[in-house]
């Protein structure tokens, strides 16, 4: 009973609080009048369209960039693959050219040294042919003279022929 007393003093129009409430009531009827509550709602359904179709734009743009990064991703693994396999057949070129460097210079090498050999045994065979040949004509010379010295006339000419060319037959 009491707060129904003190709500009856509510409506007392002396009293501030009673005006203070009809300028509330008119107010909020004015503006039901006008339909402000509408274009309210309206615009605040506007705006909430608005928020939704930039989150689901957000979430899209967002997928799409998932989308482009996983994209860039593989292609960078790829690459990445790509220039491992690159190098592993580039080391296997130089390994192989490497090889096949060493065996051809290897070969080189031995042609060289067995030309090198023969031309040394070439050389000697002829330094002890004119050596032989030398020795020959200077024996040959010597046992001229001492035959000549010892043996006289025909028989000595017959005799000397004959050595020489019994001599130059098994020495050369």
């Not at 799409?64 to 996983?70: N, V």
């Not at 035959?147 to 060319?165: D, F, N, Q, W």
Request: no cysteine; charged share 35%; net charge negative.
């Amino acid at each position: 009973m009491i707060s129904l007393i003190a709500m009856v003093n509510y409506f007392d129009p002396k009293d501030t609080y009673f005006w203070t409430l009809l300028a509330l009531i008119g107010f909020f009827g004015v503006l039901y009048y006008f339909k402000v509550h509408e274009s309210v709602g309206k615009s605040l359904d506007a705006r909430a369209d608005a928020i939704r179709k930039e989150l689901d734009d957000a979430r899209r743009m967002r997928e799409e960039a998932q989308q482009l990064l996983a994209d860039y991703q593989r292609r960078s693994k790829e690459a990445e693959e790509e220039a491992k396999e690159i190098i592993a057949a580039a080391k296997r070129e130089a390994e192989t050219l490497a090889a096949e460097t060493r065996r051809a210079l290897a070969e080189t090498l031995e042609r060289r040294t067995k030309s090198a050999e023969e031309k040394i045994a070439r050389a000697e065979a002829q330094a002890v042919g004119e050596v032989r040949a030398a020795a020959v004509d200077v024996a040959l010379a010597t046992a001229e003279k001492i035959m000549r010295a010892k043996v006289i006339g025909s028989e000595a000419e017959a005799l000397i022929a004959t050595s020489i060319r019994d001599l130059k037959g098994s020495l050369n």
